[in-house]
């Protein structure tokens, strides 16, 4: 391993980097598979440039590979083209493919920008205030493909500031052109537009005015020190950082509730974790985090679709595993446990939630529309109404779904016949979200509106 001095990157940049982070973006962050080995890694990566280290993360306590690697570079553009080339690949004797990012700076902290990706590939530079745009893109472009020059100007006079930006439409044409353009431009990797770092501090500067003249009285500008103890306590927080950029790479917006966050007791392991998790189709990722006190660990649990999610939450969270234990599930982002799942109802992909063919989303009738046949529902567990009514909605002229009160029964209301035969011949016996569901014709009864007897309905949220 190498270790954790801070290090100036040398040629008058200014930036700090511990030896893990310099170059820059010299890291890799990998999603693997816990079968693979360093060797598997060197044999893979070895061939996109010189390897300085190469670490697979494992659980202190087991010595049992939780499925995340780094594999560090001597140069950026080498990682860059690893990066390029070894995401989505497979490598050594499993079949599972690599999910491989640019790992995160020690020094970055845990707030990114939505659109972080662009740090990748915009370099800042200071440039003569004579220069146009066409100039500083023609020099650019022997690098590789320009997409944008941009000249900071004064507002009030519109005159250049002697400083601008290069987006290339590479990350490895952003590395090579860092690597090798001429030193007056001080080219450094840009911070991502609407990032907290590009705030300016108490002297004025932005993040990347320090990067490229150096910190204002107060030290480094993002405020952190750099010493070697002090990263030998951040593997946690970089590693969480990494999965946090993960799952924004892998489109998992927070609003949505595709993302869990978990605490388990640390008597329950990563196999064990995952295969109770996977009682509910649909898991696309399960991995414990870090330890979250001297009992518990906190995971990351990630499902394809939002249906599948709320329904794990529901019916895990609470859960006593091991006896006497709680497990602990909540939505990430999400602090309420009440949350707004109308949008369910829109979502017309169910295949991934039903384990038999459903036809698409049918229009539904109006909620006063007279009822030609009710159904009644027996389910093996609790759904959520926004699942259920995904479901049913499948046959035109669904006026209404519903389970009674703290059971797991209820109706289905539609208003042509027809529809609710097709529900009963499709959804009998059939699994959604893992819980088995019968579907058969209700018996009628005397009521004031004809519905159930007259009693009260589960409340919906």
């Not at 962050?29 to 893979?44: G, L, S, V, W």
């Not at 590979?65 to 860059?80: E, L, M, P, Q």
């Not at 893109?137 to 941009?150: I, L, M, Y």
């Not at 509106?449 to 009260?456: H, S």
Request: glycine letters at 8%; a neutral charge.
């Amino acid at each position: 391993m190498s270790d954790y001095r801070s290090q100036s990157r040398g040629g008058g940049r200014g930036q700090e980097y511990s030896n893990d982070d310099d170059p820059p973006m010299s890291r890799l962050f990998i999603i693997c598979n816990k079968a693979h080995t360093e060797e598997d890694f060197r044999e893979a990566f070895s061939p996109f440039g010189e390897i300085e280290d190469i670490w697979v993360v494992k659980d202190k306590h087991t010595q049992e590979n939780k499925g995340i690697a780094y594999v560090k570079f001597s140069r950026t553009s080498d990682a860059a083209k690893a990066q390029e080339m070894m995401n989505g690949k497979t490598i050594g004797k499993t079949d599972r493919t690599l999910k491989v990012l640019v790992a995160a700076n020690r020094n970055q902290g845990s707030n990114k920008s939505e659109n972080e990706q662009e740090k990748y590939l915009r370099l800042f530079i200071v440039i003569p205030k004579t220069a146009t745009e066409e100039d500083i893109r023609d020099e650019f472009a022997q690098w590789g493909e320009v997409e944008s020059v941009t000249i900071v100007k004064e507002k009030n006079n519109g005159n250049p500031k002697g400083f601008g930006y290069v987006r290339f439409t590479k990350f490895y044409y952003a590395a090579i052109a860092f690597e090798n353009c001429s030193a007056k431009y001080k080219a450094v990797f840009a911070e991502p537009k609407g990032s907290t770092r590009t705030q300016r501090d108490q002297y004025g500067r932005t993040a990347d005015d320090n990067a490229m003249f150096g910190p204002g009285r107060g030290g480094n500008y993002n405020g952190s020190g750099s010493s070697a103890g002090g990263f030998n306590n951040d593997w946690n927080t970089s590693v969480n950082n990494d999965m946090s950029a993960f799952l924004r790479m892998q489109n998992v917006p927070v609003p949505q509730p595709t993302c869990l966050e978990v605490t388990a007791s640390n008597c329950v392991n990563q196999d064990q974790l995952w295969r109770l998790f996977d009682i509910i189709p649909g898991l696309d990722y399960c991995q414990i985090m870090r330890e979250h006190g001297p009992r518990t660990n906190e995971a990351v649990v990630v499902y394809d679709n939002p249906e599948a999610a709320i329904y794990a939450k529901d019916k895990l969270h609470g859960l006593e595993y091991p006896m006497g234990e709680r497990i602990i599930v909540k939505v990430s982002g999400m602090s309420s446990s009440r949350m707004d799942t109308s949008f369910i109802d829109k979502r017309t992909k169910k295949d991934s939630i039903c384990n038999v063919p459903l036809p698409p989303a049918q229009p539904l009738a109006s909620p006063d529309a007279p009822v030609a046949q009710r159904l009644f529902i027996v389910l093996t567990a609790n759904l959520p109404h926004s699942i259920l009514k995904n479901i049913f909605s499948c046959w035109k002229g669904l006026i209404d779904v519903y389970l009674l009160p703290n059971k797991n029964c209820g109706y289905v209301k539609y208003s042509e016949s027809d529809s609710a035969q097709k529900a009963i011949h499709v959804l009998n016996g059939a699994e959604i979200c893992g819980t088995k569901i019968k579907v058969m014709e209700a018996e009628e009864r005397s009521g004031s509106d004809g519905d159930d007897g007259g009693r009260k309905r589960l409340r919906r949220n």
